[in-house]
């Protein structure tokens, strides 16, 4: 048994040494099968890529063939572009002639003899009441906006610099009486307070207000010590009066405009930035017929007054102050420009001038403007004033009248509004009580976080956020309570970019030259319908909550939908700054401006929206989903679309695949045009619907898409 086991546990060398060698054998054999195995799996490969590279240069050969066919039929489509801007000169032509022939009053803002006119006359009235004032206010204001809207939405060919400096200067000049009218008004009252008269207090409490203006006007006619917190019960504002001002003659105002026109110029006239370089001078009768026209309906307002507006002294000092800076965007010359076989290449397209520049590139060279080292002071570019403007002064009472017998006696002086000097000198700071103040937040705008307070520094002519303090916001009662070291005109600020980057966005057609536009962003959902040459808010929804109900269901052109929802809080629209501000997916604006364009031809038939893939295709093309839509209520099914303004193509992979490729869809093709690529695809009746689209609905998508960014802020 010993002798069994011991044989068991130990082979003698001579029979380890076969097993060896059949052990060699079979692994130089599997290695042999190993390398053959590759080898051939390598030639597969190469065969099957070289037979992929053949078929795609055949498809490439293929859509070079027809390019030149394929942008002909787009450029006719295009045309639609052309009869667009057609008709809105002639709109404007139409618009000035009724105005003329309505003689209804009303001056006409652009002539500078009857804006002078009217301006003069105002000035000169001494009717004070405070109702006529604001109704004159709301005619002002009305100018204001007209002269603001011409800025923003008149092509830079029907527009010249003198013609944009004489219109800043209008509007300077309105807002700086419609100012003075107000303090006139305030002074008027104060007069009268003991008409005014609180039965409680015995002081002068009085909230005037239509949908332009509050006025929040409390005077301390019995001085007494004990009334110092002060409630406007119908506004729900309030202030608590230092004990110093107890005692004093002494009124406290605040006005509430729902406006502002207080922040500089440039920020309440701003336009859509333009996605490229204008062409320059030698360029401008080539590109006539160059398909980017349209954009110029955007323009920018090539103007920025380093002054902005005023604050209580009203001066004239303003319009004198207008220095017109040339919009960056609009150099010809530039370090970054294209090489010509580029140009060539890319210009065979829609005769684009050969100065198309990245913008994002762009902007970044043209940043010579100083960068802002005091914190204190606001970066008008990253926070934008929200609900108007709040002025809250301590104002002289006018002399007190003396009853004598039947005989009512006054002093009269001449001064005008008069400020309170607060804090007075000869208290010492330790002694000084700040003011609080409480102001009720207007429902007419949202505000997604907690609003920044700043005060106007009208020495440095910007927004301060120093001299405010303690500042408690309540959301639920929609408030917000703070402390000021002296009175102030205060805003109340939100940051401009917190809806962007868009988590997705949709376009789809709801019926004949009709479609909605829904933007989701971290904050709110944000549906717009098109019509027509109109627009209109349908909803904004946070939260599972309809808001800012005022606004939705009116139809306005894309400029005015723009003003509207950005002055509510709703900011959708890139600013050519915003980049700095907001991670951006950035793309060549050939593409985008192309994809822009050929998405709104096709916006009668199709649905096009956000893909995940659109962030990893790279700055060269633009990935978007689109389905054939033709009733409101079918399912969508999606396809994946490439364009990168000269090469679409439809791409294998789904929205829902595990890695990006580049893959054609099987039988399908290359074309020339987003346009030939789904034509494809499509039924007879969507490309009828295409084909009969109307130009106007096609212009305000165009506007729509190209004041959104979808492709680049999502």
Known sequence: ANIKSAGKKKLSKAEQLPLQ????????????????????????????????????????????????????????????????????????????????????????????????????????????????????????????????????????????????????????????LLHQKYNGATQHLLKTADMYEDSDTGNMQVVIKDKNVTFCI??????????????????????????????????????????????????????????????????TQHSKDNVEEPEEEEKKATEEPSMPAEEEACSDGRKNAISCKENSNSTADDPNETTEEETEKKSEILDIPSQVQDPLMQEEINEEEEVITDENIVDLQQFVPVGGVYHIDALQLPPEVKQIKDWSMVELLDVGLEAYPYPLEEVEDATLTPLRITLRLSDSVIYFEDPVIARWDPAGQQWRTDGISNITYETQEKSVAFEMDAFYTVTLLQRAHLNMPYQAWELQPTGMDEALLTVTTLFAMIRIQIKGNQCMLSSVVVEEKDVLSHITGKWLSPVHLRAVLKKAGVNIFPEEYSHKYVSVNKKDPLAEVRAYQQMALLASAFAFAWSKWNVEAGQEQVVVKVSEHLKADSVKEWSLYMFNGQKAQKLKITETSEAFSEELEQSSEFHSTLYHMLKDFASKEAIDKVETAGFLFIDVVYQLLLATRVLTYS
């Not at 009053?105 to 009217?118: A, H, Q, S």
């Not at 406007?232 to 309030?238: A, L, N, R």
């Open 218 to 283: 409390w005077a301390n006619l019995k001085k007494k010590t004990r009334f110092k917190n002060i409630v406007f019960c119908d506004v729900q504002h309030g202030f608590d009066l230092p004990k110093s001002l107890a005692v004093s003659r002494v009124a406290v105002r605040i006005l509430h405009t729902h406006y502002d026109h207080v922040s500089p110029l440039w920020l309440q006239c701003q336009s859509v930035p333009k996605l490229e370089v204008l062409e320059s001078k030698e360029l």
């Open 21 to 176: 060698k059949e052990e060699e054998e079979r692994r130089l054999k599997e290695e042999e099968e190993a390398r053959l195995q590759a080898q051939q799996e390598e030639a597969e490969r190469l065969e099957k890529e070289r037979i992929e590279q053949e078929q795609r240069e055949e498809l490439e050969a293929k859509d070079q063939e027809r390019r030149e066919s394929e942008l002909a039929e787009l450029h006719s489509l295009e045309q639609k572009f052309f009869s667009a801007e057609q008709w809105k000169t002639d709109y404007r032509a139409h618009a000035k002639w009724e105005h003329y022939l309505n003689c209804d009053g009303n001056p006409d803002p652009t002539v500078l003899w009857e804006i002078n006119t009217f301006i003069s006359l105002w000035r000169e009235d001494q009717n004070k009441d405070i109702q006529l004032v604001m109704e004159k206010g709301e005619q002002v204001l009305n100018l204001i906006e007209k002269l603001q809207y011409l800025l923003l939405d008149t092509p830079p060919n029907e527009i010249t610099e003198k013609e944009t400096v004489q219109y800043q200067e209008s509007i300077l000049e309105l807002q700086n």
